[in-house]
């Protein structure tokens, strides 16, 4: 018959184990300090109850600023959505600008596109500005073409491709432009 290995501090199976060795095995290595008089039982209430309300308090004040990143992230996947779209008024206004400026038809559309800016600007979506003759910023702007223009100075938009939008502080799509030098 084999014998099972025991741990170094554990008494073989036929010696028998002491008072004080069963003790030492169930205490934990730490006791709970004991609470005996009044004040001491109210600081430690008084200090659980303190370390609690500052917990629920930055729990809340960490859920409120989630809601508020979750609904700006809500926005900006709407407008998101919405920018093919207003691309699309703003290439049929170019198109037919010439020919059926006094088309009602037309005129519909313009106001169709307004209004999709509008709710754009509502939802806090701005352009980004990116008119011939600006410094070329590759924070907002992709440069997608190089030109020689004398006209321009160096690293300067020569032309915009596409235009750019950004909600608060982050860039929705970044505005297409061609550089200059």
Do not use: C, W
């Amino acid at each position: 018959m084999k014998k099972k290995k025991r741990g170094k501090d554990k008494p073989p199976a036929d010696t028998p184990v002491t008072e004080e060795q069963v003790i030492e095995e169930t205490e934990p290595d730490e006791a709970p300090e004991v609470l005996d008089t009044p004040d001491a039982l109210y600081k430690e209430t008084l200090d659980r109850y303190t370390r609690t309300l500052a917990e629920f308090d930055n729990f809340r004040k960490r859920t409120v600023k989630e809601k508020a990143a979750q609904y700006d992230d809500g926005q900006r996947a709407a407008a998101e959505k919405i920018l093919p779209l207003i691309d699309n008024f703003q290439r049929a206004l170019n198109a037919g600008e010439a020919t059926h400026a006094d088309d009602t038809f037309y005129q519909g559309i313009t106001l169709i596109a307004r209004q999709f800016i509008q709710v754009l600007t509502d939802l806090g979506v701005e352009e980004i500005p990116a008119a011939p003759g600006t410094d070329f910023d590759p924070n907002l702007h992709n440069a997608v073409a190089h030109a020689a223009d004398d006209n321009f100075g160096t690293n300067q938009i020569s032309e915009e491709l596409q235009k750019g939008y950004k909600h608060k502080d982050k860039v929705l799509r970044y505005s297409m432009v061609k550089v200059a030098n």
